[in-house]
């Protein structure tokens, strides 16, 4: 019988705390960011890699993104192993429980009702058929479920909005985190959502301020804005993230970052996506994204939202896997994984559990991970099944 780990110990271990001193000062990285100007009469403050903060300044990120890459991700590694376990990777699976038929003009999309594409307007999914594909989510390794709706709001969907309150409440008591994405919501709205258990809400900017008129038109900013307040109102987790090569400069990868370092917390997750050009759609010819562009928006990201979960999202099948462990290294820890994500392709369950496992990585437990940064697997495991 495996003797028993004491809680005391494994919590003293598990600490980030206990181990952040010697990696703040990791080769000098520990100072390296430019603090804001202080008032007059004002000590100025100074703040080290790690640190959280919303006062960040649009010049400091465009700095951190310019700096050579190696040692970016090198620091985004370091800033990751203060706040996360490095040795894990959350599986999420997206199901898209509305598909087509969306008035709104998302260039990149082929979901919306002005473009030609294959892609073909279809009702709101029965309840049953989204809980099978959760139960086989969960059973292949995935923690959260994502379901997503293609419209602009709920506005008019009353029975359509019942029906997901229900696949929410369902999903949930499966043990999984559970996050949609459904357009604009109400304060309202998002109350509802909660109580039928919702963890997370995924609202993406897309991009920087700047350059967001250039892909959208039919839904403001400041719109995308107020409903991630809505959601963060309600108490329910901010996901809210962008896409990488809509044409965009790196000014907007910056900007982008930028916008979500400043809300009040910043997201609980923040997907990295990169441009699936669709034919049929106003982007169909963007050229792809270089991945020492996808890596440097991740390790700036990492380095800016130290606490947040960074998502290797849609585009992910065209990187290979040592280019997605890089990605891993500068701080992704999460992957959407399955048959599809959305309209796009995705890797499925066994190619990325394959892969992990390669990398000496494993999955996530839903919610909030407890295990010890320190102790193996084998040695966990075996402390709990001698206190079952």
């Known amino acids: 019988m495996a003797a028993k780990i004491a809680p005391k110990a494994i919590s003293a271990i598990s600490r980030p705390s206990t181990i952040a001193p010697a990696l703040r000062n990791a080769r000098g990285h520990a100072a390296a960011v430019?603090?804001?100007?202080?008032?007059?009469?004002?000590?100025r403050a100074y703040y080290r890699d790690g640190d959280v903060r919303t006062n960040w300044r649009r010049s400091e990120i465009q700095k951190i993104f310019d700096g050579p890459l190696m040692e970016t991700i090198?620091?985004?590694?370091?800033?990751?192993?203060?706040?996360?376990?490095?040795?894990?990777?959350?599986?999420?699976?997206?199901?898209?429980?509305?598909?087509?038929?969306?008035?709104?003009?998302?260039?990149?999309?082929?979901q919306s009702s002005r473009y030609s594409t294959e892609t073909k307007a279809t009702r709101l999914v029965d309840i049953e058929p989204v809980l099978e594909a959760a139960r086989q989510a969960k059973a292949n390794g995935s923690t959260r479920f994502c379901m997503g709706a293609a419209w602009r709001?709920?506005?008019?969907?009353?029975?359509?909005?019942?029906?997901?309150?229900?696949?929410?409440?369902?999903?949930?008591?499966?043990?999984?985190?559970?996050?949609?994405?459904?357009?604009?919501?109400?304060?309202?709205?998002?109350?509802?959502?909660?109580?039928?258990?919702?963890?997370?809400?995924?609202?993406?900017?897309?991009?920087?301020?700047?350059?967001?008129?250039?892909?959208?038109?039919?839904?403001?900013?400041?719109e995308r804005l107020a409903t991630i307040e809505a959601v963060r109102q309600a108490g329910i987790s901010v996901?809210?993230?962008?896409?990488?090569?809509?044409?965009?400069?790196?000014?907007?990868?910056?900007?982008?970052?930028?916008?979500?370092?400043?809300?009040?917390?910043?997201?609980?997750?923040?997907?990295?996506?990169t441009l699936v050009p669709i034919e049929g759609t106003p982007l169909e010819k963007n050229d792809p994204v270089e991945v020492h562009t996808v890596l440097r928006t991740i390790a700036t990201a990492r380095i800016v939202l130290p606490n947040t979960i960074i998502r290797l999202a849609a585009g992910r099948h065209t990187f290979s896997e040592t280019e997605q462990a890089m990605a891993f290294?500068?701080?992704?820890?999460?992957?959407?994984?399955?048959?599809?994500?959305?309209?796009?392709?995705?890797?499925?369950?066994?190619?990325?559990?394959?892969?992990?496992?390669?990398?000496?990585?494993?999955?996530?437990?839903?919610?909030?991970d407890q295990e010890s940064l320190e102790i193996p697997q084998a040695q966990t495991e075996a402390a709990v099944s001698a206190t079952a």
Not at 34 to 43: H, I, N, R, Y
Not at 184 to 190: F, G, K, N, T, Y
Not at 338 to 365: A, V
């Open 153 to 222: 709001d709920l506005a008019g969907r009353k029975s359509g909005f019942e029906k997901i309150l229900k696949m929410v409440t369902e999903v949930r008591g499966m043990g999984m985190e559970v996050c949609t994405t459904l357009g604009m919501l109400s304060p309202e709205q998002a109350k509802r959502l909660k109580e039928a258990g919702l963890s997370a809400y995924n609202h993406n900017l897309d991009t920087s301020r700047e350059f967001y008129p250039e892909v959208i038109s039919t839904r403001s900013y400041d």
């Open 34 to 43: 430019e603090p804001p100007a202080p008032g007059p009469g004002v000590a």
């Open 239 to 273: 996901c809210s993230g962008g896409i990488l090569g809509l044409g965009e400069k790196d000014e907007d990868r910056v900007g982008l970052i930028h916008e979500v370092s400043r809300m009040p917390a910043h997201p609980e997750s923040f997907p990295v996506n």
């Open 74 to 110: 090198f620091r985004a590694a370091t800033v990751h192993r203060m706040h996360h376990d490095a040795s894990r990777i959350q599986m999420c699976t997206l199901m898209n429980i509305k598909t087509g038929g969306c008035s709104e003009d998302c260039k990149y999309c082929s």
């Open 329 to 368: 290294m500068a701080g992704a820890n999460a992957i959407f994984t399955g048959e599809r994500m959305l309209t796009t392709p995705c890797s499925g369950w066994d190619e990325d559990k394959s892969m992990l496992g390669r990398w000496g990585l494993r999955g996530q437990r839903s919610f909030e």
